[in-house]
């Protein structure tokens, strides 16, 4: 599905650069890529993280895992085939983002290590920030939370390729910043990656 198909394109220069929105949001664009488990806590980490940018005044968004489905993916299911499209198209929508030199919050439980990797390799090649951030939590964890009953489906099998269930997750060999929701704070969860921001130059507040 990522094969050009469309001929006599060109690429089209315009006269603002990423450099100059960059300096106009005084911060970076770069790409926060949550992943893990459902109900490990990426949403909700992202929100609150959200919230603090915001007060900084720092320009960001977030793209979440199933309002992105209730969009441009909404014609995706969860196949293997169709979670590797899923990635691919917000990998692209992220870049679009950190082009407009906003921070993007990523929460997708993109289990796949090669999906993950890809989206990393097309925002290296065009010279901009990706940070994974593992999210880890026990399966036990997230599976007692379970905030949207899908485990509890997914166990009396009403949801067939339900990650941790009868899907793999393949977890971030070497993730930027690894999080453990089931034994941090959420507030000790947004300071480590706000720390990580400024380390990384993309924030100086």
Known sequence: MAEQKATNVHWHEGDITRADREKLNGHKGATLWF?????SGKSTVAVELEGKLFEM??????????????GINKNLGFSAEDRAENIRRIGEVAKLFVDSGQIVLSSF?????????????????AGMDFIE???DCSLEAAES???????????AGEIKNFTGIDDPYEAPEKPE???HSDQQSLEEEVNLILELLRERGIISK
Not at 35 to 39: C, M, Q, Y
Not at 146 to 152: R, T
């Open 109 to 125: 439980v993109s289990p796949y290590r090669a999906d993950r990797d890809a989206v990393r390799e097309l925002h290296d090649a």
């Open 35 to 39: 992943t893990g488990l459902s109900g």
């Open 57 to 70: 005044g720092v320009a960001s968004y977030r793209l979440d895992g199933d309002n992105v489905r209730m």
């Open 145 to 155: 939370r379970d905030p949207k009953g899908l485990y509890k489906k997914a166990r």
């Open 133 to 135: 951030v593992f999210v």
């Open 177 to 179: 910043l690894h999080l």
